[in-house]
Each structure stands twice: as C-alpha cells, then as structure tokens.
C-alpha cells in the first residue's frame, strides 16, 4: 500500500538503505536503489576495532544468517549463529523419533525385523499385481510344501498364513541411506535386521573409491547451551521456573487424547509460516521479546560457533527492543567466553528504553548503528557506548549517479584504505 501511495504522488525513484526483506522492491512500480551499510560498517571496524582480525560475526536468531555471513565474508571473518529454543520438548513426536535414531539412541521396534510377526491373512494377502517376480516365484516354488503343491496341481489356491519378504524395510533403508550416515549407524541397522536376515555388505560400503573417509556426520563440535529465563543468562544450579518451554508439550497437557492425533496436529505436520522474504527477513523478534518478559518462562539458548577469547560482532538490519540482543551479548560472554561484545545494525529504531538497557548491559561494549532513523540528542549524549555512523555521503553519491545517468555498482564495493 505504501509503495502505490508513493507512486500516486508521483515519486518516479526511490533509494533505500537496507531493507528488511528486499523483495519488498518488487511492490514499486518505479526504479528502486537499495543500497547497503555493509561497506560503511565493514571500514569503521577494520579502522576502530583493534583485534578485528580475529573476531567472530554472530548472528542473534536463524533469521540473520544472510547479512551475517555477507559481513564476515566481506571481513574474512568466522561466524556464529545463536538460536533461542520456544517450542522445544514433545512439540513434533515424529521429529523426535527421527533425532532419536540420529542421536544414537536405541531405535525404535522394527517390525521388518522379525518376520515371525508378519502375520497377513488371506484377505491382507496382496493382489498378483502388485506382487514382484522374484518374490512370488519364492512364495510359489520354494515354499510350498507337499499339501500345497497338492492343492495347487488341483486349482486350488492354498492360503498363506506367514510372507516372507526377501529384505526387510530396515536393510533397504540402510543401502538407500548415504555413507555417512550409513557408517555412522551400521552397527545399529544390523543389530535390527540380524535376527532374520544375513547382513552383506554392499558394493557401495566395500569399495575403495567410498567417501565415508571425507564425509562423516559429525554435528558441529562447538556448541554451546545455557538456560534463558526472563531474556537473562543463569547458572545450571539456577531453580527452574514454575513454567518451561520444554515441558509445554500439548501431549503432557493433553495426555487421554491419541499421541498420533497430536504429533498430526503438531509443527512437524503444520510448520510455522514463513515472513516475507524467507531466512532473509524472518519475522521471530516480537515473539522473542514478548516471551522474555514472562516471569515464568524458562528457555534454551544455544550458541553454535567458537568465540572464546575473540571480539565478537553481533549484527543485525535494526535495533528496536534490546531483550534479543542483550540475551544474544550474555551468551557469548559468560557461556561462550568472548572478550568484547559489538552491537551493529543498520536502523536504531530504540523503541522505548531499549538503548538505556543496551547502554546498562556490562557484556555490551559499543552499540554502533547509522543515523538512517533520527536519534534524539539527548539520548545519544547519554549513551557513551553509542556511535552513530554517518550516511550523508553514500545517499548524496547515489543521488548524484543517478542524476547524471551513472552507475551505481560501485557503492556496494568494499574499500580498504
């Protein structure tokens, strides 16, 4: 609506600094520049931030990673992603069942396993359609004893209390599965089918040209976890809260109803929509700030990346509440153990107290944003960890650009001078 407002009062170009989600160019019906911070930001750290070389960009929720990782490749930095657990804890049956088995816990009963409980009626029987060659030519030859042979010389079909298939559903999935995984978890899958079935080994796990050697399926090894309660890092012997995320689970709350009915209604079957514009603009920070101000409410938050002894940079495209960020700088300090902690984003919005509470948080060492949304002077004169950088020069170059009909690639280029 916004974008056809602008068009009725006859803008015929518009320049952005950073857009949330940049599909949103597409609703203009005129030329659209949306330029970037990135290279402004990029030169103040290299210029400003003494042991920039060693640092580590981190992203506060899975909805950053893009502007992340194009600053730390711009940096030629490492980076991190922090996650904040809302759901965890019976949410989705099945997707535990299938971590279960990755994790290397004892999988669940197999039925393909042991074909003593394969019991199938003549009614269950399948239909000669959908029978393959091979297993029926074992069902008719190989199996019938004398009394069937007898009854089917006189046309006469004799029932079949017990199918015998050739390879359980186990072992297919164990040749179908990719190396490393199948490696990983060999000893698992013929432990399963060994009761019934011979395990051999197949050309794809005994040929020399195999990439298990290459690829494993280690997870990332440095992850770190602690517990968030009220937006605020505590120790492991901290009393828990009356509520948790983790035992919220509908089938606890709900425990006379069918499993299987509520695992169907649960977000492995309904994912949660996705904001415009997918990772790159995912719309989780007014839920994230509105559960850190329930008392009650206990959460995970994880830490994937190493960061100790390292200056870490926190990016994001706006700062608006300060809950995400001040539990993204706790956890990077006082459970990943890095040195210094800065804030960067693009927009600050500051809504409410927000930079008062950045400004008090002691795992905060320097907020740094652009002057894009006006910062009243008072409070930017009180916030001695505050720096605002300056976008006057990069608007004036892309107006000018465009006046005299020149390109304007060359400010999205990073300099190092």
Known sequence: MLANLLHVAGIKHVITIDLHASQMQGFFKCPVDNLHAEPLIARW??????????????????????????????LKLNF????????RGGGSMTASMIMNRLDGFPPEPDLDADVTRLEISAKESPKKSDRKPEASKVTTEQMDGPKDQKARQNGKTPPRPLHVRQESGSLRRAQNMPSPLRTAHSGLLVATTSSSINAQSTPAETSPTDNDSLYTDERARDITQGRLVQGHIVPDDYPSPTQSTMSSSIILDRPDEDPMELSRASSFFNPEPQALGGTDAADTSDEEEEEFTIPGLEQMITLVGDVRN????????????????????ECVVKRGGAKKVYCIATHGLFGGDALEELQNCDCIDMIVVTNSFPIPPEKARDAKKLVILDLSDL???????????????????????
């Open 45 to 74: 750290i290299r210029h400003n931030v003494p042991t920039w070389r060693d640092a580590v960009c981190v992203s506060k929720n899975a909805g950053g990673t893009k502007r992340v990782t194009s600053l730390a490749d711009a």
């Open 395 to 417: 608007l004036a170059e892309a107006i000018r650009r465009n006046h005299y009909g020149e390109s304007i690639s060359p400010l999205f280029t990073h300099s190092y001078d």
């Open 310 to 329: 390292r200056t870490v940079f926190i990016v994001d495209d706006m700062i608006d509440k300060a809950g995400s960020w001040i539990a993204a700088a």
């Open 80 to 87: 991190g992603i922090i996650t904040t657990d809302k759901r």
